[in-house]
């Protein structure tokens, strides 16, 4: 047993929040090549040691708060926040039996995160050079245009992103095959010559009519086309990999979970550009999967939440870009102070202060809060004050 237990986690607090789908102001449902949704979730967790508290949290349905408060807050309760690794890995044996895949995985990325900012914080030094450090600011790319968004709609958010400096957007695919290359042409008009144009299929298509669609996307000027089909279909990805024209960049990734996930998708050949998300792996498995792909010469991207990834992404090498991705963009602008700014399209962490910076803004927060719960160890001789649970 450490003698130094002011470091002992001792205080956990859970928010689960639903924030509607919204474009221009105006709240509306969202669609990609394969599904449609109304509101994001998000799972907030603060974890508190000594006289310091960090701030984690995933994009992901309440009911990941259950996992939280039954399942790993018991695994990880007293241990030392400096510990990363440890508690990584506790949680991951502590959903052994239910699945670590998809809710788990999330609910185990937010506590993982909050003990990263929790450990910058005792450090006294910020989460991206707690991390390494390696870059200053990190490239973003604008991301959105949903399948469902009108011309006029698709043409005005890309313009948008392109005069505020970045130097590439991305665009969704995959709902009506037959329209996207007109839709992408219509892009790549709007944006010009100089700014990248990324496509985003979410998994929608077959393999042969991905190949063709490929084709036809290289030749509108295309450089990126993430998830062709679904990453469940590794040989599939192989293929489209192997066969797609240059310069098109075949990019998945964001559904892995596990450091399995992304040794797979790598030893397969499934990739040009992996993708990772701390939100759902992790900062602990977004480090295990940027240490494979620099070991594999394999560019590496960061996944949404632009807000923690700022942080995350920098502090790696073979970072190339984070996504800006609408939702995720606006969420954290609402919810957080302290969200990175951009400067000439590129992200900026913060520096200035300890861990990854965001602070919940609990008043503008509030009216999204489903759920939440609290609990307080009194003692670390002593059980667990009950938990305080209440939903809105």
Request: glycine share 8%.
């Amino acid at each position: 047993m450490r003698s130094d237990d002011d470091a002992r986690l001792h205080r956990i607090t859970g928010d689960a929040f639903e924030v509607p789908t919204a474009i221009g102001g105006r709240e509306r449902p969202e669609t990609d090549g394969t599904i449609t949704w109304s509101s994001t979730g998000l799972l907030i967790v603060r974890l508190a040691a000594a006289d310091k508290t960090g701030l984690g949290f995933a994009h992901t349905p309440s009911a990941a708060l259950g996992i939280v408060r039954d399942v790993l807050w018991p695994a990880t309760e007293g241990m030392d926040g400096r510990d990363t690794e440890r508690i990584f890995w506790a949680m991951a044996r502590a959903v052994r039996n239910i699945g670590w895949r998809g809710l788990c995985a999330s609910a185990i990325s937010a506590i993982d995160i909050a003990v990263h900012d929790l450990a910058a914080r005792l450090a006294g030094v910020p989460l991206v050079q707690y991390l390494g450090g390696a870059h200053d600011t990190v490239p973003a790319y604008g991301s959105g245009g949903f399948t469902d968004y009108t011309d006029q709609e698709l043409t005005e958010q890309l313009s948008s992103w392109a005069e505020h400096g970045l130097r590439a957007v991305k665009m969704k695919v995959g709902s009506d095959p037959g329209d996207d290359p007109r839709r992408v042409a219509l892009a790549r008009d709007t944006i010009g010559p100089h700014v990248e144009l990324f496509v985003d299929a979410n998994g929608a298509y077959e393999r042969k009519q991905a190949l063709h669609l490929a084709n036809r996307f290289a030749d509108l000027g295309v450089t990126w086309f993430e998830e062709p089909v679904s990453s469940d279909d590794r040989a599939g990805l192989t293929l489209l990999r192997d066969r797609m024209p240059a310069p098109l960049r075949l990019a998945a990734g964001e559904y892995a979970y596990t450091p399995a996930d992304f040794r797979d998708l790598i030893t397969d050949d499934c990739v040009d550009v992996l993708q990772a998300d701390a939100t759902r792996c992790g900062i602990t498995g977004f480090r295990i999967a940027a240490s494979l792909a620099r070991a594999h010469d394999i560019p590496l991207s960061a996944h949404t939440a632009p807000a923690l990834h700022a942080s995350v992404a920098a502090a790696f090498d073979g970072t190339i870009n984070v996504e800006y991705f609408h939702d995720h963009a606006r969420i954290a602008g609402t919810f957080f102070d302290g969200v990175p700014g951009l400067r000439n399209g590129d992200l900026v962490p913060d520096r200035s202060s300890p861990g990854h910076g965001l602070e919940l803004k609990e008043a503008d927060a509030r009216p999204y809060r489903v759920a939440s719960f609290t609990r307080v160890t009194d003692s670390f001789a002593t059980a667990t004050a009950p938990a305080r649970i209440h939903n809105n």
